[in-house]
């Protein structure tokens, strides 16, 4: 836009003509839509499994659905976290037409995409197309999302609160006689991890996380407020007042010393910081004995479903609530997007309507799955997980998950059990606080930097705390981490006092 400034006093009149001109054909095309031309809507999400070889089967009837509501096509674009990673800001910049994009913290980083204009402002369209939807998810869940008072996205109903621990193969604990009842921290799983390495030196006895997710984020999200992006964070379970940068912490330095030692004593999977698989990928190659998980109610049945394993979680943390777990999977309308308000009207039918929520997530009945009682189902007779043609584990990030159905391996209790762990959770002091990052765009960017060159390889255990630490945290400062949590404490206090 600068390079045209020189020439705005020429061309003030033509551009007035042109604005009006293209406002006109805009008010035409939202007609054309809902009375004409059926529009299609792309929704692309992270997955942590293949893409379904039935997607296209499911997409068919998924739209069939959408056009006789809203006269529209549906197009999914699945993509795994790593492709998620890179392909996240080339959709954000607009270059696709993308109706719909799960935001996925810490993928993407919802104030910056509302700071710098890259999702749209739905407040109108939602009270306009989708009323409904604002009924669902509720004021009290919206206002964790709002911005100034906007709305630039939609949470997801799922379990909002998260506690993290170590998932480990059932059958090798019971091979080798391992008493989970003992671990309580960290440092209890030595042992067990040497038991492993000694007698399974085919398998790894430990998954951090790899490259495409940084593993301390879930020990950050259940131990303190990251207040949206962790550059600066109220610790103690989010009860502190003053905000504190997590690298500096005794909580940080602790886990990433602890898992270099793992890395030392050869525990973890060889070259972690670089291994984009996720860690149910890796149980089913049976590569690994045990990986850090977030926990919620019915992770465990789920994890098994996805890697065919019995499997056993100690959690090591209890469950905590913030702002950034409500607005952390959210669906925002990428600026590229060509009918938002046709986006808009599609999140109906993924927070009110059951039928195309179920079949977004488990597929044509039948076919993919089989009802049976208490609505609950499994898969036909003769599949497996292995050969299902369509199975993936995304209902927590396609709207309203307690539509769905659960499989009979759930608890048939469990949206109840989840609605619960919700409402129980120990919640941040300040649950509903949205920083806005825009004062200090730059040292986002800046520290963000500095974090991708570090923290993957801290937090798989391949960089040696002791050597360099001193060098991240003078690189932090330098970057202007400093300022942001100044801003951030600033914001947080005015807030408080308007509360």
């Not at 869940?141 to 170590?166: F, I, N, Q, W």
């Not at 394993?309 to 100690?314: A, E, P, S």
């Not at 330098?478 to 005015?494: M, Y």
Request: charged letters at 25%.
């Amino acid at each position: 836009m600068k390079r045209w400034k020189r020439f705005l006093a020429a061309f003030m009149a033509s551009a007035m003509v042109m604005a009006l001109t293209a406002c006109g054909g805009k008010e035409s095309e939202k007609k054309e839509d809902r009375d004409g031309e059926t529009v299609n809507i792309t929704m692309t999400f992270p997955i942590i499994s293949a893409v379904p070889q039935d997607l296209d089967k499911v997409e068919e009837k998924l739209s069939e659905i959408a056009k006789e509501k809203y006269n529209c096509t549906i197009t999914l674009q699945p993509l795994g976290f790593a492709d998620y990673v890179s392909q996240a800001p080339l959709i954000l910049a607009g270059s696709e037409d993308i109706g719909l994009m799960i935001h996925f913290d810490p993928i993407t980083n919802y104030s910056s995409m509302v700071s710098s204009g890259q999702i749209n402002d739905i407040t109108e369209l939602l009270e306009e197309n989708a009323k409904d939807v604002m009924d669902t998810v509720g004021e009290e869940y919206l206002s964790a999302c709002r911005v100034d008072g906007k709305l630039y996205g939609v949470p997801t109903m799922h379990d909002l609160a998260t506690g993290y621990g170590v998932v480990m193969r059932t059958d090798l604990l019971e091979k080798y006689k391992i008493d989970v009842s003992n671990i309580k921290t960290l440092d209890d799983l030595d042992s067990v991890f040497q038991t492993i390495k000694d007698n399974e030196p085919d398998i790894s006895p430990m998954f951090t996380g790899g490259a495409a997710m940084n593993p301390a984020d879930a020990i950050m999200k259940s131990t303190a407020d990251t207040l949206g992006d962790g550059y600066g964070v109220l610790l103690n379970n989010g009860q502190d007042d003053t905000v504190t940068n997590y690298f500096e912490s005794d909580e940080y330095r602790e886990y990433v010393e602890k898992v270099y030692s793992w890395n030392q004593k050869g525990y973890l999977l060889p070259d972690s910081d670089s291994i984009q698989d996720t860690y149910s990928t890796l149980f089913r190659a049976n590569k690994i004995f045990a990986a850090f998980m977030t926990t919620k109610p019915g992770q465990v049945e789920q994890d098994e479903r996805n890697t065919g394993l019995d499997l056993t979680l100690v959690e090591l943390t209890e469950p905590l609530s913030m702002t950034t777990l409500v607005n952390g999977i959210q669906w925002v309308v990428p600026i590229g997007a060509s009918h938002p308000e046709k986006s808009v009207e599609i999140l109906n039918l993924l927070y009110t309507d059951a039928e195309f929520l179920n079949l977004l997530n488990y597929g044509i009945e039948g076919e993919h799955y089989v009802l049976g009682e208490n609505n609950q189902i499994s898969l036909p007779e003769g599949v497996t997980s292995d050969t299902s043609t369509f199975n993936w584990s995304i209902a927590y990030q396609t709207g309203n998950e307690f539509l769905c159905y659960t499989w009979d391996s759930d608890d048939p209790q469990l949206w109840e059990q989840t609605k619960t762990y919700n409402d129980d959770a120990e919640k941040s002091s300040a649950m509903g606080f949205t920083f806005d990052n825009s004062k200090v765009a730059n040292e986002i960017t800046a520290v963000t930097n500095v974090c991708s060159q570090y923290r993957v390889g801290f937090e798989n255990g391949a960089l040696d705390p002791e050597k360099n630490m001193e060098q991240f945290l003078a690189d932090l400062k330098t970057a202007g981490i400093d300022t942001i949590i100044a801003e951030k404490q600033t914001q947080l206090d005015e807030w408080k006092k308007a509360q």
